[in-house]
């Protein structure tokens, strides 16, 4: 695993736009940064990512299946009590599941180690699956990347053959999310399009446009029943929002299904080494309130229950705490990891996220930022495959 400078293509930001991935810049500050890649070796996707990310598939299932039979470990991931029975019903019922991302620590030379699951929102598959992609393919078009250059991607495929397999008989299905941030509704944009391929017919509704008419069932602005939504939007605020006792008796199918409420949690960290200590590709962790947490010493990270894009997450080193961006999250409660930085390389310190659509491993994404948190600024870098011992890049834009 190497990170590698590369110019960027002279009119990249028209490409971007022409395709719909108008967030490349927030804030004035670069998201999408192509002035260098990472490149992978086979075996280390092979061997190292894919396998980690089908094996800790694996136990996140194991897991589920336990948890969805005891209102205990329910409660203890924050699960309100009158959710619970509609978790274990979407469980039993098999609904299914489009996809989840694996958050790693990997610097190439030993197994990757997981800081967290995103299993129920899509942040950054547009980028993975899409952008990265017509990123590798110019770059060998243009020469600064030799033929056999290749990456860690099937996504768009996998994504397709996925709503197929969900709606064999295709059919009518909603997506739904904030009609006005852009990031979100493009990507949902991008996730019916691929709907679209797989021969469903896709329809946007904004998620403060869903009501609930007369017999219970949810609708849209225009009083379609909503049979089937894809909603980007975490299970733990449908939990606890106006509708949310509704949710059991509207008869809608919900991608990502209720059972995802058990994975979508930091919670699951401390459940899976539980089970699990010592694998090779856990951390260890615990609940912050169990008397074993204090066996990581003064070095670890405190991570509330529900969090987005490192908010308020606590880094202890050697019992000093780094700066944290407090956007309120904790009530629910917190657990404790262990202390484990991402790898770094020159000023960079990088995350892979590790997708996988149904039960297979389809593709990554690199996220990278110059603080040790990745946040929801942080720079999505691409990468590739390559198994030449040298690239001498060749600087053609700026």
């Known amino acids: ?3 590698i400078a590369l110019s960027p293509r002279r009119d990249w930001k028209a490409k971007a736009e022409a395709v719909g991935f108008t967030w490349h ?3 004035g500050r670069r998201y999408w940064d192509e002035r260098a890649y990472y490149a992978f070796t086979l075996n280390q996707v092979e061997d190292h990512i894919e396998a980690a990310t089908a094996e800790l598939h694996r136990l996140c299932l194991e897991l589920v299946a336990e948890v969805v039979e005891s209102p205990a470990l329910m409660t203890r991931l924050a699960i309100p009590e009158a959710a619970q029975a509609l978790v274990a019903a979407s469980w039993k019922a098999k609904e299914p599941s489009l996809y989840g991302r694996f958050d790693f620590f990997y610097d190439g030379s ?6 967290e699951y995103n299993a129920d929102t899509p942040t950054s598959i547009y980028e993975a699956a899409v952008f990265q992609w017509l ?3 110019d770059r060998i078009a243009d020469g600064a990347l030799p033929a056999p250059t290749d990456q860690f991607n099937s996504l768009y495929e996998a994504l397709r053959d996925r709503f197929k397999a969900i709606f064999p008989q295709g059919g009518f299905v909603h997506f739904a999310s904030e009609a006005d941030f852009v990031e979100d509704r493009q990507t949902v944009r991008f996730l019916e399009d691929v709907a679209g391929q797989a021969g469903l017919t896709p329809k946007f509704v904004a998620l403060d446009k869903i ?14 029943l ?3 939504i894809f909603k980007l939007y975490p299970w733990e605020q449908m939990f606890r929002d106006t509708y949310g006792d509704k949710i059991a008796a509207s008869r809608t199918q919900f991608i990502e299904p209720a059972w995802k409420a058990v994975l979508s949690n930091k919670g699951l960290l401390p459940l899976l080494w539980e089970r699990h200590a010592g694998h090779p590709n856990l951390l260890e962790a615990w609940f912050d309130d169990d008397p074993r947490a204090d066996g990581l ?4 990270v405190r991570k509330p229950l529900f969090s987005r894009e490192g908010a308020n997450l606590e880094l202890y080193d050697k019992g000093r705490r780094a700066s944290v961006l407090d956007q309120g999250y904790g009530a629910e409660g917190w657990i404790r990891q262990a202390l484990c930085p991402p790898p770094k390389f020159g000023a960079n310190y990088a995350v892979v996220g590790s997708w996988v659509i149904g039960d297979e491993p389809a593709g990554m994404g690199i996220r990278e930022d110059r603080g040790r948190v990745t946040r929801d600024r942080s720079r999505f870098v691409p990468h590739v495959i390559l198994e030449t011992a040298e690239v001498i890049p060749i600087r053609r834009g700026s």
């Open 25 to 27: 810049h927030a804030d």
């Open 110 to 115: 030993g197994p990757p180690k997981l800081y």
């Open 226 to 228: 909503i049979g089937a």
């Open 297 to 300: 010493g003064r070095s670890y």
């Open 135 to 137: 990123w590798l393919e």
């Open 1 to 3: 695993m190497r990170r």
């Open 211 to 224: 009501g609930l008419d007369a017999d219970g069932r949810f609708v849209d602005a225009e009083n379609f």
